[in-house]
């Protein structure tokens, strides 16, 4: 009983220390642009890692349509949030539909409040429909099994970017000249938590919802069926529904994070959201452990700041005396990144974390234990 | 006056060519422990399978606690090539998943043990009562059914402490001893809150001071679950000694029914465990 309020109190502070950092990074935000758009780059797609996480290695369903479900939420966001007198700038090619017009007159002239915050509800929108399009197409997809679930989510992942960006959604989607001009995060709770921190309150809520999840008596039906879906079919937990939530709200969670890094790119296209991208999400969540979510959160950051900003380094030309180091080139960092990745798979073979979480017991006796060794030497 | 809890009506399952249960006719007495044994191969498994829903029978029909549960006739494909015994087709067709069968009461375990291996004894219990859970799925994510999560682990662990697994609660499920993982498979059925228990093969693979302890302990549980119990084996000690009607399996066929004194002695019996002298 102790221990659990000792790690309560341990968790308090690293949280309060944690928002503290984040109000100065805040204050200090033109000195750090690249530790802020590494963080938040890294927070996006640790959520969107997480709902992935959730389904893989959680329920077993070895899904490769998270991009498909971002984009959905993506375009979602941005199409709602563009502001109306943008709108000529963005859709110059094709002109925009008289419909999405007249909505938009409509929010700009409602309530402040509302327009305060319609960032979220159309966050929440872009998820629901993103939730939508799972609960349908899941009916047909989740009667496969394993690899051939990968196939027909990869396929349908395709399937979404290329509607968006087909010629005949030019009005709305803006085809293949994408989306641009979408407004940066907004301020949350009347500008008490700036718009630089929103993101990191947002997918805080998000994780903290699917942690939640897996914990309740829902989330350990979802490793049952991971573990072994005859037995737990023979237990009385019904397939298919357990495995349509799942898809449902992993696919939702996506669609957030999608919507959030619509946000944060203020320009999205249709190829963002290729193949590479649930590749990417997929590294992130392999490296983090499978069945792990402080694993994925912790592996969305390190992987992003070593992708992003660690490893820039390499694409430099670098000069040793007069003697140019011919390796060092525009996308050399890739080769290291890569390098990495193999060592770090094949030191910890089950992702860093494996299936644990993180406890302060654990990091404390780790601590402990270093300490008596030193102490040992003396 | 005998109640009968779960009766099966001319069960025939065919794959193919091959007629794996030819016309069956059980019927399971309330509070009584039936077998069903057979050779390698007569169709025990199947018919299990058949009963708990995991397969559609090519033809008949299973009745539980009054409730048909299955039924089916030979249709389209199979309506040509079908070859049972029983040639008068049923008329339904009744189709429930082995998960409703399984919340209606009926409970089985698993020939090969079928475990949730990477979770722990207690997880693997608990996760048997998620089956009747009131609260959906936002109530439960928000701890708004405390009182109900509180009485699942409670009901849990009482569980484990009757079985005599409270020791091991915290173990991975997969590092048990055989025999343990055998009785966890046994209690894990049991936290569905089942009428009827089906074993299939419970004592395969031990040794017979294990077999020995087993049958105890399933003759202990059926009193204080007041269950009624239907196993398949091949052990014939464990069958005979706790069995109160047995049924015998050959090549798909019922080739013996009745009392284990009755059934030891059918010639019909002996031919088929022991073959036939061809002088």
């Known amino acids: 009983m102790l221990k659990i309020k000792r790690n309560h109190l341990y968790s308090i502070i690293a949280l309060a220390l944690l928002m503290i950092f984040l109000y100065w990074l805040n204050a200090n935000r033109l000195q750090n642009g690249m530790l802020v758009s590494v963080l938040q780059k890294g927070v996006i797609l640790a959520l969107v890692a997480v709902s992935m996480n959730l389904l893989n290695g959680f329920t077993g369903l070895f899904s490769l349509g998270q991009a498909g479900f971002m984009s959905i939420g993506a375009y979602t966001t941005a199409i709602l949030l563009i502001p109306v007198q943008n709108l000529d700038g963005v859709y110059y090619m094709n002109g925009v539909h008289p419909a999405i017009r007249a909505f938009k007159m409509m929010v700009a002239s409602s309530p402040e409040f509302i327009q305060i915050i319609f960032p979220f509800i159309a966050l929440l929108l872009g998820g629901l429909l993103a939730a939508f399009a799972a609960a349908i197409v899941g009916i047909a997809v989740l009667r496969l099994k394993s690899d051939y679930l990968a196939i027909a989510t990869l396929g349908l992942s395709e399937i979404v970017r290329a509607i968006f960006s087909s010629p005949q959604f030019d009005q709305i989607t803006n085809g293949s000249y994408g989306l641009n001009k979408i407004p940066n995060f907004p301020p949350m709770l009347w500008g008490a938590i700036p718009s630089l921190i929103t ?100 592996s969305a950051f390190l ?19 007069s003697w140019q180091v011919p390796l060092f080139r525009t996308g050399f960092r890739m080769v290291i990144f890569s390098i990495l990745l193999m060592i770090v798979v094949l030191i910890y073979r089950r992702g860093i974390m494996g299936t644990n979480e993180f406890n302060w017991d654990r990091i404390l006796k780790r601590l402990k234990f270093k300490r008596s060794k030193e102490g040992g030497k003396k | 006056m005998k109640e009968i809890l779960l009766k099966t009506e001319h069960i025939t399952m065919q794959f193919g060519g091959v007629v794996a249960v030819d016309d069956l006719n059980i019927e399971i007495e309330k509070d009584r422990i039936t077998a069903l044994i057979g050779p390698n191969g007569a169709g025990k498994t199947t018919a299990f399978n058949v009963i708990t829903g995991g397969y559609q029978p090519s033809n008949g029909r299973v009745t539980f606690d009054g409730l048909v549960i299955g039924e089916n006739y030979p249709r389209s494909k199979m309506k040509k090539i079908y070859n049972g015994t029983y040639k008068t087709p049923f008329e339904k067709q009744v189709v429930n998943t082995p998960d409703k069968i399984t919340r209606l009461g009926m409970a089985r375990t698993f020939q090969n043990i079928r475990l949730f291996k990477d979770l722990t004894v207690f997880e693997n219990v608990l996760i048997a009562k998620h089956c009747h859970i009131k609260a ?52 894990r059925a049991l936290a569905t809150g089942p009428k009827l228990l089906l074993l299939d093969e419970p004592a395969a693979g031990m040794n017979p001071k294990e077999t020995e302890e087993l049958s105890l302990f399933i003759k202990e549980i059926k009193e204080s679950f007041n269950l009624t119990v239907f196993l398949i084996e091949h052990h014939m000690n464990l069958v005979m000694d706790i069995s109160d009607t047995i049924y015998v399996l050959d090549y798909g066929k019922t080739i013996a029914q009745g009392t284990p004194a009755e059934v030891q002695n059918d010639p019909a019996v002996i031919r088929a465990y022991l073959g036939v002298d061809e002088a």
């Not at chain 1, 490893?311 to 000069?319: E, I, T, W």
């Not at chain 2, 662990?157 to 091991?168: H, P, T, W």
Request: overall charge neutral.
């Open chain 1, 199 to 298: 993101p990191f309150i947002v997918v805080a809520i998000c994780i903290v919802f699917i942690v939640f999840l897996i914990k309740s008596s829902y989330g350990r039906a979802f490793k049952a069926i991971r573990e072994d879906e005859i037995a737990a079919e023979a237990m009385g937990i019904n397939l298919f529904k357990h495995k349509s939530m799942s898809f449902i709200i992993s696919s939702f969670f996506s669609a957030i994070a999608g919507g959030l890094l619509a946000m944060y790119m203020r320009s999205i296209e249709a190829k963002t959201f290729s193949i590479t991208l649930t590749y990417d999400i997929l590294l992130i969540v392999v490296i983090g452990g499978i069945g792990s979510v402080t694993g994925s959160v912790l």
């Open chain 1, 303 to 321: 992987v992003t700041a070593a992708k992003e900003w660690w490893l820039r380094f390499f694409d430099q030309p670098l000069l040793i005396g």
């Open chain 2, 136 to 187: 959906g799925l936002f109530s439960s994510t928000f701890m708004l059914n405390r009182e109900e999560e509180a009485k699942m682990l409670q009901d849990t662990e009482a569980l484990l402490d009757r079985v005599g697994l409270l020791s091991n609660r915290d173990e991975k499920s997969s590092s048990l001893p055989y025999g343990k993982q055998r009785r966890l498979e046994i209690a």
